[in-house]
């Protein structure tokens, strides 16, 4: 069983591996656990999974299950999340993995490369020949540059610049943000924010607003939008000569790169480091072969990735 455990959902896959073919297919919230909490993270891996097994017809324990997760970024992270989420009962040995690694294993499949994934948080990884190292990353506070999260600050700060005069631009800006809010001007707008409370999955609901209007030719929005792409291509180049990699093929995946002018200007951007290529299979399938790969176990991949259902949105 592969477990893909996002800071937005959580999908569990489970295949005969010999046969090559997907018995059931699970999804719950997120998990996340720096977003969520432990208990709300287990909860939705054991929900996922207990649905793609009830989908499956098969009771647990499986031979094996890995369980990527996001947030696993340092390793006390690791530590505490192999602790508190081995003793699940969903299979005879349990791996815990980084989501990115995850992702990676979906496009080299045990190759070496860089992935990328940019959501509400955002992240570039690279396994080479010195090992493996993250860029970028590190939460929202720290890092996150290019993702749902820093469009969504990054536009706020800018949409204050304007309507303060610090800004002579024009823009469609700040009267989307304020829209989206339902303020009326940069104080109630502040009130908001500030008096009412905000949560991080609230400010990276602005990107889908911002690249929209960045796709229309607003010249702020479009500031916003050629910066994160540039962060995360050099975080992709960091992470890439960390690994000891030279012109490597770069994956990327994550809700951002469905919109086609950002994914268009990520390419180019991580075009002068290596070959960048969009992930075709979902993530989940990189742990369906983190699974194989730790078990022993063969995965007849030619029959599994016929099915559509794990193809990429």
């Not at 939008?225 to 992709?236: F, S, T």
């Amino acid at each position: 069983m592969g477990v893909d455990g996002g800071g937005t959902k959580t999908e569990a896959v489970v295949v005969d591996a010999a046969r090559g073919t997907v018995l059931g297919i699970g999804v719950s919230g997120p998990s996340n656990y720096h977003n969520v909490g432990i208990e709300a993270a287990a909860r939705h891996i054991l929900e996922a999974s207990h649905r793609a097994l009830r989908e499956a017809g098969i009771r647990p324990p499986v031979d094996a299950a890995a369980i990527a997760l996001a947030g696993l970024d340092t390793r006390f992270d690791k530590e505490y999340a192999s602790r508190m989420l081995r003793g699940l009962g969903l299979a005879e040995k349990t791996i815990i993995e980084h989501d990115a690694h995850a992702a990676l294993m979906a496009g080299s499949f045990g190759g070496y490369g860089v992935a990328v994934i940019a959501g509400t948080g955002s992240i570039a990884y690279a396994y080479g020949p010195r090992g493996r190292f993250i860029a970028g990353n590190h939460g929202w506070i720290l890092g996150d540059q290019g993702s749902g999260f820093w469009i969504g600050l990054t536009a706020l700060r800018e949409t204050a610049r304007i309507l303060d005069g610090r800004s002579g631009e024009a823009s469609a800006l700040p009267e989307a943000i304020l829209s989206r809010y339902g303020a009326a001007d940069l104080e109630e707008l502040s009130y908001k924010i500030y008096m009412r409370g905000f949560s991080v999955d609230d400010i990276a609901g602005l990107a889908p607003i911002v690249l929209e209007l960045a796709e229309k030719g607003d010249e702020a929005a479009r500031a916003i939008a050629e910066k994160g792409a540039e962060e995360l291509a050099r975080a992709v180049a960091a992470a890439a000569g960390n690994a000891g990699l030279e012109n490597p093929r770069i994956y990327y995946t994550g809700g951002l790169f469905r919109n086609k002018y950002y994914s268009s200007l990520f390419a180019e951007k991580a075009g002068a480091v290596g070959e960048p290529a969009r992930l075709r299979y979902r993530p989940v399938v990189g742990s369906i072969a983190i699974a194989a790969q730790e078990t022993g176990l063969s995965v007849n991949w030619e029959n599994l990735l016929r099915d559509k259902r794990l193809l990429q949105d």
